[in-house]
């Protein structure tokens, strides 16, 4: 195969992936290159919704789980990577409901059978489009064992779960607070819920609230009046952000260790507008910070007011219907929109005397991730999961060591909120997804019944199965009608590392060999809401955690440091628009390097021309293009070379480079295999391309054209195209059979049996080359900094490329090794060989520039860098024009410029001053060269 001359991603990622998929290689089946010491490697993909398309943090994902298969597979572990797919419930329900809308049709028209279709038809759509989005980032996963949430087999298993876990009395039915969506008519997990960073513009309203006396014992007048109040003497002040909620206040709250309010505790205060008596408690979860420091209670809107309401056994007035409209319960304000109901309260307080004060506040505001509206806290039957018992096993699977969390930071959290888990509110009022597998005997046929001991609901794995025993109770005639609920989308997710492996069936041979999991890899922000809940129903469904270890990588955020939302499309990114203009390598190479484990990453990128521009991501496009060229450079000398070398496993070191190139190669596989069993990507991959573009490329490929040592030069390039394969498997992949193709019949390149450089062996320490090139470490960098001392001269002195300069070194102890390199230093500082000596101790000549470099100090004729006169003359000139500079801004900085001009502006001109001082003083010592 022949090689462009330019590296064109295009031509080759399509390409090399298809080929990779029909020749199997995804498969732990089709591993040849298996090491005994190697714990197998299973990890599955946490499942992408069938939203639409992916986006940058799915990207993310995708990279780190990509390298770390591919890294586990050339250990030689038996590596098998499951994707799939995840219903995603609501949301997935949100696009089509609005696809619908468009078209002039609503899903309440429509049946759910009819609607369910629409649903399953955009599923088909966006699997389409994630598979391809997936293959553009060259993921190695087994496509033959890719799973959806909702096929048959996970529908069995996600049926199976429910049951087990109902039957042991952990699934329960129960009136309980949840985060109602009054737009989606349904609950809703935390997850699902939004909150603005700084929070949103609001109001902070300040209201009194009559207390009960001697003298007075409630109002006499009627609401709206103007006189509700008249006699009261004595009142309590609350500050709240929702006054509407005041209708369903059934207490007032003060901290027992608040003086302020210790005589008030025990009295009572009558709610404005309702007239409800209610009494003062004292609870210690009230912050006296907070406004007047005496709260409202509303036990039927608020979470942490229900939590007041059952500790003081509350009432709970419930005063808005499911759509956040007032109730009865809400008096005169009953079918009003709760806003439109808080406009007309607030004026009817005021016009009370009730109102104190409103003050401007932001608002953390919860809204709907997929409506947008503000979710309304709201008692509601629903589905729980008892999870007291699973959270303990969950925290004890951490702290006695089974499982690890990378990086350990997390543990904290995992315990913190497990220790203080509540139970799990499984149900949502949607229609599609798991419906829940709970039947109900016919209420007409209940309600006839005088026989209470008959059940009057099943949960079974099937509708046969229900009425099968429905029938055994009840006869023939029985009729069930089943719950209307789904699940939670992360109750089928949470069963994912079992499921795709053919949980329940315990025999099943993927579940056999391949459960439990080694790894989990997945962003922090989703570490309680799926992590966790894989862990719990994991250990309490198999005997057994799901995975060893939990890696935890950061958010992507915006360049500013936001978080990157549907919210602000603008800020947005496609990951395919990248790839387009950079490659798959390069995106990739940059999402893996540019974090450590659980730190956030912040886009470089910017709208250019109207595409995205990343100047890391040039940077390591660059990268592919500079490893592109070294390739086509040693396939040339490979085909030129005309010698078979017989045995090419026994590599010669014949001089300095060879020794420093294995060496520094060696030191680079040993540092790059421990940062990445430690987890350490981002510095591994970093050492990699130091050593390709740096060491290789711009070191040993150099020197090699005076000294050719092709096995050396070829075993090296295989090294390091092997080592960066888990980060760029695109360009490594066609480069190393372009290499394997070449060296054919000369050598035989490492791995080379191998049809993929997938399948190939990750490299290896030789500890025997560490050991006996130690010397070569410091001698190569003693002559990397002669030459690079007398480049910064060339540079320095504005030297043309093409002209060679004479160059003396008194080189103490390392004249001898410098004199073996003298072709080197010649070459690569550009220095005249016939003016060119070395010798261990050379006085200081006269009109030569410097370089000292401990016991090695270079002298540079100036003669011979530059036209002295002439360079004294510009120098004088452009000496005079700085002075002159330097007045010019100390008059400016020292007049009333700083009073005047922005601080931005001042620290400006201050930062120019500096910049101007420092550049006198650099050309004062370069005259006192020329002199």
């Known amino acids: 195969m022949e090689l462009a001359k330019a590296y064109n991603p295009k031509d080759v990622e399509a390409r090399r992936y298809d080929w990779w998929d029909k020749q199997g290689f995804f498969k732990p089946e089709a591993q040849r290159y298996l090491d005994p010491n190697e714990k197998q490697f299973v990890i599955t993909i946490p499942p992408p919704n069938v939203t639409g398309t992916l986006h940058m943090g799915h990207a993310l994902t995708l990279a780190i789980e990509d390298l770390m298969t591919r890294y586990a597979r050339m250990k030689g572990a038996r590596t098998l990577w499951v994707p799939g797919t995840d219903h995603a419930g609501i949301a997935t329900q949100a696009i089509v409901e609005k696809k619908l809308e468009k078209a002039g049709k609503r899903r309440r028209d429509m049946s759910r059978s009819d609607f369910l279709e629409e649903v399953w038809e955009w599923k088909d759509y966006s699997h389409k489009v994630i598979t391809q989005q997936c293959k553009a980032m060259g993921i190695s996963v087994d496509w033959q064992r890719e799973a959806f949430t909702m096929d048959d087999d996970r529908s069995h298993a996600v049926m199976t779960a429910f049951k087990q876990l109902y039957d042991k009395g952990l699934i329960y039915r129960a009136n309980r607070m949840v985060n109602w969506d009054p737009v989606q008519l349904t609950g809703v997990s935390d997850l699902e819920v939004e909150v603005a960073e700084d929070g949103e513009p609001g109001f902070l309203w300040t209201i009194r609230y009559p207390i009960e006396t001697n003298r007075w ?388 990128a910017r709208k250019e021309g109207g595409k995205w521009r990343s100047d890391r991501m040039e940077g390591a496009r660059n990268f592919a293009n500079k490893l592109w060229n070294a390739t086509r450079f040693v396939l040339t000398k490979i085909e030129n070379e005309k010698l078979k070398i017989e045995n090419s496993s026994a590599l010669q070191a014949t001089n300095l480079p060879d020794r420093w190139i294995l060496t520094r190669l060696n030191q680079t596989i040993a540092d790059v295999r421990r940062l990445s069993d430690e987890y350490q990507y981002g510095e591994a991959g970093k050492l990699i391309y130091e050593f390709i573009w740096s060491d290789y490329c711009d070191w040993y490929l150099e020197m090699s054209k005076l000294s050719l040592n092709l096995p050396v030069l070829v075993h090296v390039l295989d090294s390091a195209l092997r080592l960066l394969h888990p980060f760029m498997p695109y360009v490594t992949e066609e480069l190393w059979q372009a290499l394997k193709e070449v060296a054919s ?30 010397s070569a470490l410091a001698d190569m960098a003693l002559l990397q900094e002669t030459i690079r001392a007398i480049r910064n001269v060339r540079s320095e002195y504005k030297v043309p490329l093409e002209k060679r300069i004479p160059a003396i070194l008194s080189a103490g102890a390392a004249a001898a090794m410098l004199s073996e390199q003298r072709e080197a230093i010649a070459m690569l500082a550009r220095v005249d060989a016939a003016a060119f000596h070395i010798a261990e101790n050379v006085p200081a000549p006269d009109q030569c520039v410097t370089a000292a470099l401990g016991e090695i100090t270079a002298y540079l004729p100036l003669a011979g860098l530059v036209d002295v006169s002439a360079e004294r003359a510009r120098l004088s000139s452009e000496l005079e024009m700085t002075i002159n500079l330097i007045s010019r801004s100390e008059t400016l900085l020292a007049s009333d410029f700083v009073k005047r001009a922005p601080p931005a502006v001042i620290e400006k001109e201050r930062a120019k001053l500096a910049e101007l001082i420092a550049k006198r003083e650099q050309m004062q010592i370069q005259l006192t060269k020329l002199s």
């Open 217 to 604: 014992d409630g109002p006499r007048h009627e609401w709206g009046s103007g006189r509700w109040a008249e006699g009261a003497t004595e009142w309590i002040t609350v500050s709240t952000t929702r006054p509407e909620t005041l209708l369903g206040d059934t207490c007032i709250a003060v901290n027992p260790e608040d003086d302020r309010y210790v005589m008030r505790v025990a009295c009572h205060a009558y709610v404005p507008c309702a007239a409800r008596r209610i009494p003062i408690v004292a609870d210690k979860h009230v912050d006296p910070s907070f406004g007047t420091g005496a709260v409202k209670v509303t036990p039927a809107h608020d979470f942490n007011d229900y939590e007041i309401g059952v500790r003081h056994q509350l009432p709970f007035v419930e005063v808005m219907d499911e759509h956040a409209r007032m109730n009865a319960e809400a008096g005169p304000y009953a079918g009003l929109d709760r806003y439109a109901c808080r406009k007309q309260l607030v004026a009817d307080l005021e016009k009370e005397g009730l109102l104190v004060k409103v003050e401007d506040y932001m608002v953390r505001l919860g809204r709907g991730q997929r409506s947008g509206a503000v979710i309304e806290p709201r008692i509601s039957m629903q589905w729980f999961c008892n999870m007291q018992g699973m959270g303990k096993a969950a925290t004890d699977a951490v702290r006695d060591g089974r499982m690890k969390i990378v990086p350990e930071r997390f543990e904290r959290t995992w315990f913190h909120w497990l220790d203080n888990i509540r139970d799990w509110c499984i149900s949502r009022q949607l229609w599609w997804g798991h419906q829940i597998p709970v039947w109900y005997v016919s209420p007409e046929l209940s309600a006839v019944s005088h026989e209470p001991s008959r059940p009057t609901q099943y949960c079974e794995v099937s509708e046969a199965a229900a009425y099968a025993k429905a029938i055994a109770d009840w006869g023939p005639d029985v009729r069930l009608l089943r719950d209307t609920d789904v699940l939670d989308t992360w109750f089928s997710s949470g069963l994912w590392p079992f499921s795709t492996l053919g949980w329940p069936d315990v025999n099943h041979p993927d579940f056999k060999a391949y459960y439990p999991n080694a790894m989990l890899e997945t962003g922090y922000d989703i570490i309680f809401f799926w992590v966790a809940r894989m862990v719990m129903l994991g250990i309490e469904l198999t005997g057994n955690i799901p995975f060893d270890t939990v890696y935890l990588h950061g958010l992507i955020r915006t360049a500013d440091g936001k978080k990157m939302s549907k919210s602000r499309p603008d800020k947005m990114i496609d990951p395919l628009e990248l790839i387009d203009t950079y490659g798959t390598d390069a995106v990739r190479y940059f999402l893996v390097t540019a974090g450590a484990p659980g730190n956030d990453i912040k886009m470089d």
């Open 745 to 774: 019949g000369k050598w035989q390149v490492a791995g080379g049996e191998y049809p993929s450089l997938m399948l190939a062996a990750y490299p290896k320490v030789d500890e025997a080359v560490l050991g006996a090139q130690g």
